[in-house]
Structure formats: C-alpha cells, structure tokens
C-alpha cells in the first residue's frame, strides 16, 4: 500500500496543477484577446500544401511581405539572422504591403499603418527574408489540396488580427476570384 503525502508535498502538488491549468487558460484567452482587440490587416500570399500527421491539414503561406528589399530596413547594419525586427505595413489596394522595417518597435506611426513583428529567416544581397509565424494555416481534413489548386491559379488574401501589445493571429483566409 502507498504511503500518503505529506501535507507540504499535496499543496505543492496542488500549486503545480493550478499553475498549469492557469498557463493554458492564458495562453487560450491570449488568442481570443488577439482577435477580438487586435486590428485586421489583409495580406497577399500563395498557398503551398503540406500535411502534418499530428496536426492534420494545413496551407503554409508565403507572403508578399515575407520578401523585402534590403532598401526598406532603416538601420546602418544589417539585420542577422533570428533577429527580431518590426515591419511597418500600409494599406495598397486590397492587402497591406511592407514599407519600413526596424530593429526596434516604431512608436509614432500614422493611423493607417501597423507593426507587424517578425523574425529574419535569411539575408540576401538585395532582401530579407522574413518569417511571422504566421505560416501555416490550418484547414478541415481534405481542403488543404483544394485550396492549394485555387491558390494556384489565384492570389490568397489573409485575414490577420494584430494586437495593441504585439501578438498575430490568421482569422480568415480566402482564394480571391
């Protein structure tokens, strides 16, 4: 037969549960809080189809965002790689395009443009190449090829919530006509 715990071990025990339980209650309210505080952005991209066995289906994203020319960074030195940076994105039609990149988050910015926070993936001579986490979007099993064939043949936009302290969520997605 076990031995009970002593009464010092069961508070501890019950402490770790609760914490726990109170990580993954934020974590969850975190991106509920995103969408429904965050500001909507649009953004173009083209779907490519993979599949993950734990997750299911899902489109990963390459946006046109996600390519931008070295002439938009607003440093004296070059970004490294995994550097946090902040772009700064404007409407242009349909969807937001990127029109600066910082090293450190912008505090003054016209009404219309948002801070997007991303990470450099790559540098190249003439780009950067950015990632959002913000690349895959998960879909109902067997809409992921479908959607990847209309993406083909027509521009994706992305519907993304950004939040006043930072964090991104994909709302929506849809193949334009």
Same mark, same amino acid.
């Given at each position: 037969?076990?031995?009970?715990?002593?009464?010092?071990?069961?508070?501890?025990?019950?402490?770790?549960?609760?914490? +726990?339980? %109170?990580?993954?209650? *934020?974590?969850?309210?975190?991106?509920? *809080?995103?969408?429904?505080?965050?500001?909507? &952005?649009?953004? /173009?991209?083209?779907?490519?189809?993979?599949?993950?066995?734990?997750?299911?289906? $899902? #489109?990963?994203?390459? $946006?046109? =965002?996600? +390519? #931008?020319?070295?002439?938009?960074? +607003?440093? !004296?030195?070059?970004?490294?790689?995994?550097?946090? &940076?902040?772009? &700064?994105?404007?409407?242009?039609?349909?969807?937001?395009?990127?029109?600066?990149?910082? *090293? +450190?988050?912008?505090?003054?910015?016209?009404?219309?443009? =948002? &801070?997007?926070?991303?990470? =450099?993936?790559?540098?190249?001579?003439? !780009? %950067?190449?950015?990632?959002?986490?913000?690349?895959?979007?998960?879909?109902?099993?067997?809409?992921?090829?479908? %959607?990847?064939?209309? @993406?083909?043949?027509?521009?994706?936009? #992305?519907? #993304?919530?950004?939040?006043?302290? @930072?964090?991104? /969520?994909?709302?929506?997605?849809?193949?334009?006509?």
């Amino acid at each position: 037969m076990a031995t009970p715990l002593p009464q010092n071990h069961r508070r501890w025990m019950l402490l770790l549960v609760a914490a +726990q339980m %109170l990580f993954l209650l *934020a974590v969850a309210a975190a991106g509920y *809080a995103t969408t429904a505080y965050g500001r909507v &952005v649009t953004l /173009r991209t083209l779907p490519i189809d993979p599949r993950d066995l734990l997750y299911g289906d $899902y #489109v990963r994203l390459n $946006y046109t =965002i996600s +390519q #931008v020319p070295t002439s938009l960074w +607003q440093e !004296s030195v070059l970004p490294r790689r995994r550097q946090a &940076v902040y772009v &700064v994105l404007r409407p242009a039609g349909e969807a937001y395009e990127a029109v600066r990149v910082y *090293a +450190q988050e912008p505090t003054e910015l016209p009404t219309d443009q =948002i &801070v997007l926070r991303g990470w =450099i993936e790559d540098r190249y001579r003439r !780009s %950067l190449h950015i990632r959002y986490n913000l690349e895959r979007y998960y879909v109902p099993e067997g809409k992921s090829k479908e %959607l990847e064939r209309k @993406g083909r043949k027509h521009p994706m936009l #992305v519907h #993304v919530s950004i939040a006043p302290w @930072g964090q991104a /969520r994909i709302t929506d997605a849809q193949v334009l006509p």
